[in-house]
């Protein structure tokens, strides 16, 4: 077998790949659908949260919840977000053409050619990774099945 394939085979195995995201095995289940991993509509386009503020999250989650009663849980969690955003910030289009704006620039497309439409979106809002933050439901919203 040829040595550099067997290299590989053990380096990967060994460290993984650098994009995957943080071991989800042993987290709550919850906090997992609470936290999601950001998935844009199409390849290229729009923020996804770093595998950093998805961890955060995670750990903000289950500090949330930690040795509650399993309905105050469910309340705490419920009604999550955690999300990217997007940057798009205006546009509009005519009866021929459409426009948007971000602050990575400007882009027009032909009104209804939706491969022009995705590549005017790779442009003033590409792909990147960025921080993002959680916010939960405050306690005070459950104080009636929570302790």
């Known amino acids: 077998m040829n040595r550099l394939f067997v290299l590989c085979i053990v380096f990967t195995?060994?460290?993984?790949?650098?994009?995957?995201?943080p071991d989800l095995s042993t987290r709550d289940p919850r906090c997992v659908a609470a936290c999601p991993e950001?998935?844009?509509?199409?390849?290229?386009?729009?923020?996804?949260?770093?595998?950093?503020s998805r961890v955060q999250c995670l750990d903000e989650c289950e500090a949330r919840i930690a040795g509650l009663p399993t309905?105050?849980?469910?309340?705490?969690?419920?009604?999550?977000?955690?999300?990217?955003?997007?940057?798009?910030?205006g546009g509009g289009c005519t009866e021929t053409t459409c426009?948007?704006?971000?602050?990575?620039?400007?882009?027009?497309?032909?009104?209804?050619?939706?491969?022009?439409?995705?590549a005017c979106l790779q442009k003033v809002d590409p792909r990147r990774e960025v921080t993002c933050q959680a916010s939960f439901k405050a306690a005070t919203k459950c104080a009636t099945v929570c302790p």
Request: net charge negative; charged share 10%.
């Open 71 to 89: 309905q105050c849980q469910n309340c705490l969690v419920e009604d999550s977000s955690f999300y990217a955003g997007g940057t798009t910030s």
């Open 99 to 118: 426009t948007l704006t971000s602050e990575f620039g400007t882009c027009s497309y032909p009104v209804n050619d939706h491969a022009a439409e995705i």
């Open 38 to 52: 950001s998935m844009p509509q199409y390849d290229g386009v729009g923020a996804v949260c770093n595998s950093a």
């Open 13 to 21: 195995t060994a460290c993984g790949t650098s994009s995957d995201g």
